[in-house]
């Protein structure tokens, strides 16, 4: 599949100059603009290149860690159930785990319930 990646950059540069950081916890559901990525890497989707994901944990002010989720039926060790995100059945995909600028994040969907995110914190622990 070909990818538009000089539209991809067109938006990565509007993104790269918005003035302000989002104010995030850990456990909130976010659209995120993840834009086109390189193979394998998760993609976004529309317009602005996003895609739902997990906030895995605060770095600093600027930067936080990241779980993509997809709510693509698959089934894989990889991909840890994380419910209804959306009226849409989600997995978080924990073999994209990234660091990402909070001016990618677009807007708060809400929270994660805590039983679920400590089986996806414990299991992106187990990855290491």
Known sequence: MKKDFDSWNEQ???IHDIHENKLYHQRQIWWCSLGLNIGFE????GGEYERPVLILKG???N????IP????????KMRIPVGM???????ALLSQI???DTKRLINKIGF????????IRKAAKDLL
Not at 63 to 66: E, Y
Not at 85 to 91: G, N
């Open 12 to 14: 990565k540069k509007k």
């Open 42 to 45: 998760q993609d976004g989707t």
């Open 59 to 61: 770095l600093s002010r």
């Open 63 to 66: 930067t936080c860690l990241i």
């Open 69 to 76: 989720l997809t709510s693509s039926p698959e089934k894989h």
């Open 85 to 91: 995100i959306e009226e849409r059945q989600a997995s």
């Open 98 to 100: 990234k660091v990402i």
């Open 112 to 119: 994660l319930e805590k039983t679920a995110f400590e089986s």
